[in-house]
């Protein structure tokens, strides 16, 4: 047989009113005479009556009273009708009933004029200034209490109303908190603004219990959706995300938990002008995982209306029962952001007069040749660039392949053009034209390089020295100077 859950103790009960009794107040009590005005507004009605009632009928009886003293002490009761020579303090006051009546008919400015005060009576003048006094300040304390009692926006409360439960759902692609408010009363709410707050017991990493702790939910604060235009029923979305104290909150944990909802609903009645705050909870077995409300707009012929009958109703929809934080977890596994590392090649070895050398850079390495490029002031980046360039061109030229582009003099530097034309002979020990041309070509290049080298501080030629990798040029014939012009070998002896 299932185990039925115990109905907990709310901290707020559903209409609003707050479970919560302040005992042993001790020597405090006094801080509630001192405000009795404030006392007596917030007592209930039954007490409000009673004080109301026996405030002015003890007020009455004192009154009376002192006028029957006077009148006991002049004489006049014992006088009986009051002599035609005889001039009593109130006429016409013969006992205790006599005396009431007259300071009724004078209290209330009834005026019968059977029973008045005479001029020869100074106390009964004084008196009755006192009690004109008196009584207009007992009117004004009890009534106004009354009044405000009375005018108080509480029961405006009544007519705003909230759904039963709330619902987690999906919105937008984003799992969300939704419940539902509305406005029973054609007059609107002006300025209505809607606030959340958790209600749930923790402990700190310190070890300190806090019970009933309060964290406030957002509905919108930062885009202003909290200010409503409360004319229809809406519902107010609460975005569950890391910022959320519910990131972590799956279908299967919510059985578990333990928490209430606070939903305080402020603003001021258009009719008076006062601010009126309604309020409720909801528990965690009042929050519905998976559902979502019904519809209650509907377009009639020139007007739109509100049935209330679906007010509280949901149905359920698809809704991952994972938490949003389980959810991200899912998301960062299943689609890593992960880099692509080129792998770095081998080097091999020149194997032989005949090879070819080559050489592949990984990402890291260029980055790390940018980084100290970008270090030497704008003049050496310049030159450096230079001879980086002359040094592609060395490795990009090699000897002419069958079929390959023939170069073009007009590409080459003035003073080997003119090498070109006055010390090359055509088909020297079987060479090409194309093959002397491009030997030329790489040997002016490399002593434009050896120049600007020797123009460079020290340091700078050091440090630019790994970088640079030696050009091989492979020729035909058995020794390289014998492949050479006289003028060329004269030029790499000088290097």
């Known amino acids: 047989m299932p185990t039925v859950k115990k109905k907990r103790q709310r901290f707020v009960e559903k ?18 005479i001192s405000d009795l005005f404030t006392t007596l507004v917030d007592l209930k009605w039954r007490w409000n009556l009673l004080i109301f009632i026996l405030t002015y009928t003890v007020a009455w009886l004192v009154m009376a009273s002192m006028w029957w003293v006077i009148a006991y002490i002049r004489g006049d009761l014992s006088h009986g009708g009051h002599d ?27 005026g019968y ?30 009534i106004g209490c009354m009044f405000i009692k009375m005018s108080q926006p509480k029961k405006r409360a009544e007519t705003l109303m909230f759904s039963q439960d709330a619902v987690i759902s999906q919105r937008d692609g984003k799992l969300c908190l939704m419940f539902r408010v509305g406005n029973l009363r054609n007059s609107h709410m002006v300025s209505a603004q809607i606030r959340c707050k958790l209600i749930k017991s923790r402990q700190t990493p310190e070890g300190e219990f806090l019970p009933l702790d309060q964290c406030e939910l957002d509905v919108g604060f930062g885009t202003g959706a909290d200010q409503l235009f409360l004319v229809s029923p809406l519902t107010i979305c609460h975005e569950i995300n890391a910022k959320s104290p519910f990131f ?12 209430e909802i606070v939903v305080i609903l402020e603003g001021i009645v258009e009719t008076t002008g006062m601010t009126c705050q309604a309020r409720t909870s909801y528990t965690e077995d009042e929050v519905l995982w998976g559902h979502r409300f019904l519809p209650v707009m509907s377009l009639e012929e020139g007007f739109f209306r509100v049935d209330y009958s679906q007010f509280h109703n949901t149905f359920a929809v698809n809704t991952p029962p994972c938490s949003v934080k389980e959810q991200e977890e899912k998301s960062l596994l299943t689609s890593p952001n992960s880099l692509p590392v080129a792998p770095s ?3 091999p070895g020149n194997g032989g007069r005949g090879g070819r050398r080559e050489r592949l850079l990984s990402a890291d390495y260029a980055d790390h040749g940018e980084d100290q490029a970008s270090r030497l002031p704008s003049k050496l980046q310049r030159m450096s660039s230079t001879k980086e360039e002359l040094h592609r061109r060395g490795l990009n030229t090699g000897p002419a392949l069958p079929g390959g582009k023939a170069s073009s003099t007009g590409d080459l530097p003035l003073s080997i053009q003119r090498l070109r034309s006055s ?56 020794r390289q100077e014998d492949n050479l012009p006289a003028k060329l070998r004269r030029m790499n002896a000088d290097r």
Do not use: W
């Not at 035609?84 to 009834?110: D, K």
């Not at 020869?120 to 207009?136: A, H, T």
């Not at 972590?248 to 928490?259: A, G, T």
């Not at 034209?433 to 050896?450: F, T, V």
């Open 423 to 478: 010390s090359i002979p055509v088909g020297r020990q079987g060479q090409q034209p194309d093959e002397q041309l491009q030997l030329l070509s790489l040997g002016g290049e490399a002593r434009e390089a050896e120049l600007e080298k020797s123009r460079l501080p020290a340091a700078v030629s050091t440090a630019d020295a790994p970088t640079t990798a030696p050009v091989q040029i492979f020729f035909v014939g058995s």
């Open 248 to 259: 972590d909150l799956s279908q299967r944990s919510l059985m578990n938990e333990e928490f």
């Open 15 to 32: 209409n609003g009113r707050c479970n919560v009794q302040h005992g042993n107040l001790g020597g405090e009590t006094s801080r509630y």
């Open 84 to 110: 035609a020579s005889y001039t009593p303090c109130v006429a016409n006051v013969f006992n205790f009933p006599s005396a009431f009546l007259f300071f009724i008919e004078t209290e209330a400015t009834i």
């Open 345 to 347: 090649s081998p080097q």
């Open 113 to 142: 004029g059977h029973r008045y005060i005479t001029e020869k009576c100074p106390e009964g003048i004084i008196l009755f200034l006192f009690q004109s006094l008196l009584g207009s300040i007992v009117d004004a304390f009890l």
